[in-house]
């Protein structure tokens, strides 16, 4: 009994001492600060080109120009081309490139300034997309990944470059008879693979990576068949976004902080919007119309 309670006593010791070693070399910050951000309206206006190669394969050009805050300013403007190739009657795959321009905005504290940079980056798209048809109801589920590539001097503590993102959607529409509608609804999840996490010193730790999902979205729409060669989509979203936002301090390599403690040595945040590592949510509502002409 003596040595089995012995052996407990040790198993627990090396525990402990394991436990005290994984917090020194991977240390938990404080939990993030929460910002909640007002609800947002956005439009999305986008332009494509279908053009048929060969059997089942076909190449995809676009233009695309977003708006955000509440739709009174351009915040990216996308051109895309990629390739869709249809290997089954129910599986369709496809790759695509975009080059973005976004708009990124800075607030100065010293001249209570809103800075406005355009900024350029990269976009790549691997899709596959399965398909199933239940009576006048076409069900798809497309898994797609994507890659997004900033061309700025960045802090790898900070953004991940690239950020790497899984986005799927299913969706179903619904084919009435003799109409040119159709309309659709379909719900999307994006999952953040690579999101970097804070560190309380990126100096002395390594840099550390996170998973969670960014989004969900809702969307329903309907497409409207002009003739053989010219469709509109008319759609709405509803975007549940969320993200962590973590900042350091450049020569100290701190996470930044703006606290201070009561007279019962309690933390209190000043600002949480200050602080170095925020948990950021916010609501959209998202309009679009797209028109689509094949060849």
């Not at 996308?78 to 190739?85: E, H, K, R, W």
């Not at 355009?118 to 048809?133: A, E, F, I, L, P």
């Not at 550390?208 to 053989?228: C, D, L, M, P």
Request: glycine share 4%; charged share 30%; hydrophobic share 35%.
């Amino acid at each position: 009994m003596k040595k089995a309670l012995r052996l407990v006593m040790f198993v627990v010791a090396l525990m402990g001492c394991a436990t005290l070693y994984a917090q020194d070399e991977i240390p938990i910050p404080t939990e993030p600060a929460k910002v909640q951000k007002d609800d947002d309206v956005q439009a999305r206006f986008r332009a494509i080109l279908d053009i048929p190669l060969a059997r089942n394969l076909s190449l995809e050009w676009s233009e695309q120009a977003r708006m955000h805050n509440n739709v009174s300013d351009l915040d990216k403007v996308i051109s895309s081309i990629g390739i869709n190739y249809k290997a089954l009657p129910w599986l369709k795959v496809g790759a695509s490139y975009g080059f973005v321009n976004v708009r990124d905005e800075e607030y100065d504290k010293k001249t209570k300034e809103t800075l406005v940079e355009w900024q350029n980056r990269h976009m790549v798209n691997v899709d596959v997309t399965g398909s199933y048809k239940v009576g006048r109801v076409k069900l798809s589920l497309r898994e797609r990944v994507r890659f997004n590539f900033r061309t700025d001097s960045v802090n790898k503590y900070e953004h991940s470059n690239p950020a790497i993102s899984l986005r799927s959607r299913l969706k179903a529409a619904y084919d009435i008879r003799q109409c040119r509608w159709e309309p659709y609804a379909y719900v999307e999840l994006y999952t953040t693979l690579n999101a970097v996490t804070a560190v309380p010193n990126y100096k002395q730790y390594e840099v550390a990576y996170k998973q969670y999902i960014s989004r969900v979205r809702f969307s329903v729409g309907t497409e409207f068949k002009i003739n053989n060669h010219n469709r509109l989509d008319f759609y709405y979203r509803f975007h549940m976004n969320q993200g962590y936002d973590v900042r350091y301090k450049g020569k100290s390599g701190d996470l930044k902080t703006n606290h201070s403690f009561n007279e019962k040595a309690q933390l209190v945040l000043k600002d949480p919007k200050d602080m170095g590592w925020r948990h950021e949510k916010q609501n959209c509502h998202v309009f679009g119309i797209d028109y689509k002409f094949k060849l």
